[in-house]
């Protein structure tokens, strides 16, 4: 198993460009999360889905979109970016029932 | 606003000594506690969990919970070199299956040879 799998690793953006960072897991598992994690902060969670075709806000979904077509991929989408959205950003899922989240690798975001 | 208040450190303590973490959350309904660690550069890896007063061991660490004071600890036993890492206290203010956890500022530790 891959676990939870995030790319890019590192990437820089254009104030008002777009991107989507992708976010794939291998662990059938139902629950996924966004977070983004500003320097010296703890995490904050974007958006969460409780299974394929099933999406909610979390804390700060302000400039951000998701969607979850499949079990295993839950990408996030940036249509502007601006300088605010510089972070690093966490995926992260869980199975139903079970308290551990799995996080992956991280996105590193600049927004110059 | 829900809240997870944690002090950033770093705190310093000598190999072999105890170090002791500490939060404070905001929500009193607040029912799950986690404390996850997280290297720098790297993503948050789950340490421990506790649902009710007291304490609960797992090897050299110790979690602890007041829910009248609104406060949860983490003791970590003969610290080594290598439990340097920041410390993330999060906490599930609803008890529901989602856990859309509220996650601290963190503590940095710094555990010296």
């Known amino acids: 198993n891959a676990g939870v799998t995030q790319t890019p690793k590192f990437r820089i953006l254009k104030i008002g460009q777009s991107m989507t960072l992708q976010c794939a897991q291998d662990m059938n598992h139902n629950y996924m999360y966004w977070y983004r994690q500003d320097p010296g902060m703890g995490l904050k969670l974007i958006y969460y889905s409780v299974g394929a075709g099933i999406t909610d806000k979390g804390e700060v979904p302000n400039g951000y979109n998701v969607s979850r077509s499949t079990t295993e991929d839950f990408p996030l989408r940036l249509e502007l970016a601006a300088p605010s959205q510089t972070s690093v950003y966490f995926c992260a899922s869980k199975l139903t029932g079970v308290e551990t989240q799995y996080f992956g690798p991280g996105t590193r975001l600049l927004v110059l | 606003q829900k809240e997870v208040e944690q002090n950033s450190g770093p705190l310093s303590v000598p190999e072999g000594a105890i170090a002791s973490l500490n939060c404070t959350y905001s929500?009193?309904?607040?029912?799950?506690f986690f404390w996850y660690r997280q290297y720098s550069g790297k993503s948050p890896e789950l340490i421990m969990s506790?649902?009710?007063?007291g304490d609960k061991e797992d090897g050299r660490f110790t979690a602890q919970l007041n829910k009248a004071s609104q406060y949860v600890s983490l003791l970590i036993r003969d610290s080594q070199p290598s439990d340097s890492a920041t410390y993330l206290c999060?906490?599930?203010?609803?008890?529901?299956?989602?856990?859309?956890?509220?996650f601290g500022s963190g503590t940095r530790l710094l555990v010296r040879p």
């Open positions: 999060a906490v599930n203010p609803l008890m529901d299956s989602s856990y859309k956890l509220i």
């Open positions: 929500d009193r309904v607040s029912q799950s």
């Open positions: 506790i649902y009710s007063n």
